[in-house]
């Protein structure tokens, strides 16, 4: 499967944006069973931030977004969404689509899609 990134941007604190991750395949290729969103803050490892099975039915979110950010798919399950609510400084990293996503584990990742940049300031 390949990834492609997008929605990235800056907004304010307490401010929302929502990343997109096209995925053409994703819907019909059993051998991905989920995919899902890393980040990579400057200066920091990358880490997993939320995952979401083929079905859809299935959800990962690592602690620090959990409540905020939602992690969907679209019924063609060829585009993986990320809602990202009441964002904080915090969350300011480089965003990256990825497959697998197993709970959040960078070393079962086969797949990177380039990243995109969401920057939180006031």
């Known amino acids: 499967v390949q990834l492609q990134a997008s929605g990235g941007g800056s907004v304010q604190p307490g401010g929302s944006l929502r990343l997109s991750c096209a995925a053409p395949?994703?819907?019909?290729?059993?051998?991905?069973?989920?995919i899902g969103w890393f980040r990579q803050a400057p200066g920091k490892e990358r880490e997993g931030v939320s995952c979401i099975s083929r079905s859809g039915t299935s959800t990962w979110y690592d602690d620090s977004v959990k409540g905020r950010f939602t992690i969907t798919t679209d019924d063609a399950k060829n585009t993986v969404f990320l809602q990202m609510t009441n964002l904080t400084p915090e969350d300011t990293a480089i965003y990256y689509c990825?497959?697998?996503?197993?709970?959040?584990?960078?070393?079962?990742?086969?797949?990177w899609g380039q990243g995109t940049q969401v920057t939180i300031s006031s």
């Open positions: 395949g994703f819907g019909s290729d059993s051998d991905t069973y989920a």
């Open positions: 990825a497959a697998p996503c197993m709970g959040g584990l960078n070393y079962l990742v086969n797949t």
